[in-house]
């Protein structure tokens, strides 16, 4: 089987920090643009952030730059987000995703540019 799994997801206070895993099993991620996004109620999913398979090319909403950082270790086949100085409004379920490329240099912000999702993990941030 197939599986993206994300964990780390909690309850923070306003100013806090998480850190979100996103591991794969039956598939690699190695060779593959990462992306995190999150689904707050009532809203549509929106892109956070994106990774290259190289690591050398990031791309984050402008929301969350200069607090999320999403990094990647092909070795273990998985993929964080740090979340830094959370506020009320990052509340959601955050998923992450593969990209549809093999070794793709883009880093896409759309859904429709990843083909693997993982079932979320809610991130809840009080204020």
């Known amino acids: 089987q197939v599986h993206l799994v994300e964990s780390g997801g909690g309850l923070v206070q306003t100013g806090g920090s998480l850190r979100l895993s996103c591991a794969a099993s039956?598939?690699?991620?190695?060779?593959?643009?990462m992306g995190w996004f999150r689904q707050a109620p009532g809203k549509e999913r929106g892109f956070v952030a994106a990774?290259?398979?190289?690591?050398?090319?990031?791309n984050y909403a402008d929301s969350v730059k200069d607090r999320f950082t999403i990094s990647r270790d092909n070795a273990k086949n998985t993929v964080y987000l740090q979340m830094n100085g959370l506020k009320p409004e990052d509340a959601a379920v955050y998923y992450c995703?593969?990209?549809?490329?093999?070794?793709?240099?883009?880093?896409?912000?759309?859904?429709?540019?990843?083909?693997?999702w993982g079932q979320g993990t809610q991130v809840t941030v009080s204020s």
């Open positions: 995703a593969r990209g549809r490329v093999f070794k793709g240099r883009s880093v896409p912000t759309i859904g429709s540019e990843y083909d693997y």
């Open positions: 039956g598939l690699t991620t190695t060779y593959y643009t």
């Open positions: 990774r290259s398979w190289s690591g050398t090319f990031t």
